[in-house]
């Protein structure tokens, strides 16, 4: 039986200082694999465009914003299964495997627990917590695989949506069905935390979402997120 065809999708946004490292990671995972195609969402000004042009991947302009350039992804997509993935996130070498399992067991929209390149305990403790089915554990950075169905059903991401449009997507597929999380273990940049000290910068996500559950509007959201993280 052929494998279930994954479309893995990476919005881009001036990330030429790192992609390159980041498509040769990707691609020594999947470069014997069946089915599977890499497209870039790409909204940058910089050289990145550029740098993938030499990488066996599609790329496809969009506005920026992490939620429109996902869904142009999509509409790019020919895969079932649409896997959304940072560029600065590497997925564990059988994430594949994990995936297709995943659906072949009936699960429609899951997600992959999380480690951060920094072996700080307080770093390890946050990864540690993505093992659990709470919404404040969730987040793009553990990446999303959906069906494609499921995905259209529900509209895709919302557009509207300037910051935490990955929290919002979860919500609105748990109306549908759980996103199941996987035991595997995606690996993610510390790049912020290192940025703007790992303390405040979780006290700054704790108070993006205290601000987001009081209601607070999308502009809101995102003036304090560009005022007070780098």
């Known amino acids: 039986m052929a494998p279930v065809p994954i479309s ?7 990330e030429e200082a790192g992609i390159a490292d980041s498509m040769k990671g990707l691609l020594r995972l999947v470069r014997e694999a069946q089915d599977i195609e890499i497209i870039l969402s790409d909204a940058s000004s910089d050289r990145t465009p550029e740098i993938l042009a030499g990488f066996p991947v599609r790329v ?8 429109v350039q996902m869904n142009t992804g999509a509409r790019h997509a020919t895969g079932s299964i649409l896997y959304f993935l940072h560029a600065d996130t590497i997925p564990p070498s059988t994430f594949l495997d994990d995936i297709r399992i995943a659906i072949s067991e009936g699960k429609r929209a899951g997600c992959f627990r999380m480690r951060f390149d920094d072996e700080h305990p307080l770093m390890n403790l946050f990864g540690w917590f993505t093992q659990f089915p709470l919404p404040v554990c969730r987040g793009g950075d553990q990446s999303l695989f959906i069906e494609r169905s499921l ?7 919302n557009e509207e949506m300037l910051i935490m449009e990955d ?5 609105r ?3 549908h069905t759980p996103v199941h999380i ?3 273990e995606v690996t993610t940049s510390s790049r912020k935390f290192q940025q703007n000290g790992i303390i405040p910068l979780q006290i700054n996500f704790a108070a993006i979402h205290l601000i987001h559950a009081l209601g607070a509007d999308q502009e809101s959201l995102l003036r304090y997120y560009r005022e007070n993280i780098r």
């Open 151 to 157: 995905f259209e059903e529900i509209g895709g991401f």
């Open 173 to 175: 597929i748990e109306a």
């Open 60 to 67: 496809c302009r969009s506005t920026k914003g992490r939620a």
């Open 167 to 171: 929290y919002d997507m979860v919500r």
């Open 182 to 184: 996987l035991e595997t």
């Open 8 to 14: 893995i999708i990476i919005p881009t946004f001036n």
